[in-house]
């Protein structure tokens, strides 16, 4: 079956019509986004739903629809096929929800953050004096850890306990882990380097190629001692763009003596273990707020704790907030990121409000061309709210939703939600 999508058609609303699942409509989306191009007129993709269905979509109404409905309602945004490493003779459907884990049938996340913060240490600890030439990062520490966490992760796989056997099999046959960071605006910032500066990406670039080289190095040893995983071919592995970028002795070491986990490296969002760590900035974001009011619901009923950024409270250092950080300071974080791990990277770009609709619309484009695994956009004025906003909706704006019961359409030329 073949069917025609062209002229002014709202893609997503046939998508959802013609999809069985949510994996079938991530897919075809993928797949448009990867192939269009500002001149081309239709690009083919496939989408998997019990019958194989050849769809043909014009790629500059495709790529409009799309960023009208990003604009209005925050989602993750298509994950850019090619750039999630290798999915190693299986088909990576879809990512995670955060999408830094692009997975298998049967895959399972095994992620593990390094908390940045506990490597800063004072230089010169004299009270009241604070500033970048008082704090060193404590890389030998840091380089000391790894190969302990990367061994820890390994045995993980073949301790844990797995719902179905497939998955056992789908995990004991690649040992994938997904190592990363967390607190790194807050380990960066008391330097000096304000988020997203050229001082700023020179650090994190040092940080993720350490913790990438030291990581590909252990899980080396580890097949020294071990064996390599069961699905490891040498030739096509180091085929992979991602090995072209490890240094030349440790994709010598791969040739000659395997590798004990086929990925390694992930950014995850680690919202909740960066708050049970004394509140650190979250896996590579801005800070979000210096302190700010969070309700916790206990046996009691709900209590309001006063949450205070661990970067003000330790270093007494205010950096940049999240709302003070530029589109494209976003975007030049997650594309150095994306470059140094081999899975994928958890990342939101957040868009101010007064962000016109063609500058929005470029920001997936600069992701794309910058090397990004995938691009997420945040826009406070648009559809959706923030976990930690402190606007809260009423029970009656909640029952009487501004679209409920109604048919809403997106203008793929300005981005404006019509609902009637």
């Known amino acids: 079956m073949v069917l025609r999508l062209s002229g002014e058609i709202n893609l997503v609303r046939h998508l959802f019509e013609l999809c069985e699942t949510v994996i079938s409509l991530l897919q075809a989306i993928t797949k448009v986004f990867n192939n269009l191009s500002p001149n081309i007129g239709s690009c083919p993709c496939k989408v998997v739903s019990g019958n194989v269905l050849d769809i043909r979509i014009t790629g500059n109404i495709a790529s409009k629809t799309l960023m009208a409905a990003s604009v209005q309602s925050p989602h993750l945004g298509p994950p850019y096929e090619g750039r999630h490493g290798r999915c190693l003779k299986s088909n990576c459907a879809a990512t995670n929800p955060c999408a830094e884990q692009p997975l298998p049938p049967y895959g399972a996340c095994l992620l593990g953050s390094f908390n940045l913060v506990k490597y800063v240490k004072p230089l010169y600890p004299i009270k009241g004096l604070i500033g970048e030439h008082y704090y060193t990062f404590d890389w030998e520490q840091y380089e000391r850890d790894i190969p302990v966490v990367v061994r820890a992760m390994d045995n993980v796989v073949d301790r844990a306990i797995y719902p179905l056997d497939k998955q056992r099999q789908e995990a004991h046959n ?205 826009r406070a004025s648009g559809k959706r709210y923030g976990i930690l906003n402190a606007v809260v909706e009423s029970s009656d704006s909640i029952e009487q939703g501004d679209d409920q019961g109604t048919a809403c359409y997106f203008d793929v030329e300005t981005g404006v939600k019509e609902c009637s």
């Open 174 to 378: 690649k040992r994938r882990m997904g190592l990363g960071v967390t607190g790194l605006a807050n380990a960066i910032e008391p330097f000096g380097h304000l988020y997203g500066s050229r001082g700023f990406l020179t650090l994190t670039e040092q940080i993720l190629t350490t913790l990438r080289d030291h990581a590909y190095a252990t899980s080396v040893e580890l097949a020294k001692e071990k064996g390599a995983f069961p699905l490891f071919d040498k030739d096509k592995y180091l085929e992979s763009n991602f090995i072209a970028t490890l240094p030349s002795a440790i994709r010598d070491a791969i040739g000659r003596y395997g590798i004990r986990n086929s990925h390694l490296t992930s950014i995850a969002p680690t919202g909740t273990i960066s708050l049970s760590a004394d509140n650190v900035s979250s896996g590579i974001e801005p800070v979000f707020s210096y302190g700010y009011d969070r309700t916790i619901i206990g046996f009691d009923g709900p209590v309001v704790e006063r949450v205070d950024d661990y970067v003000v409270r330790v270093f007494g250092v205010r950096g940049k907030t999240a709302d003070r950080v530029t589109v494209d300071e976003h975007v030049s974080v997650l594309n150095l990121v994306s470059r140094l791990v081999d899975s994928a990277v958890s990342k939101t770009c957040n868009v101010g409000e007064s962000t016109t609709y063609e500058e929005f619309k470029d920001v997936y484009m600069k992701a794309y061309l910058g090397g990004a695994s995938g691009c997420t956009t945040f």
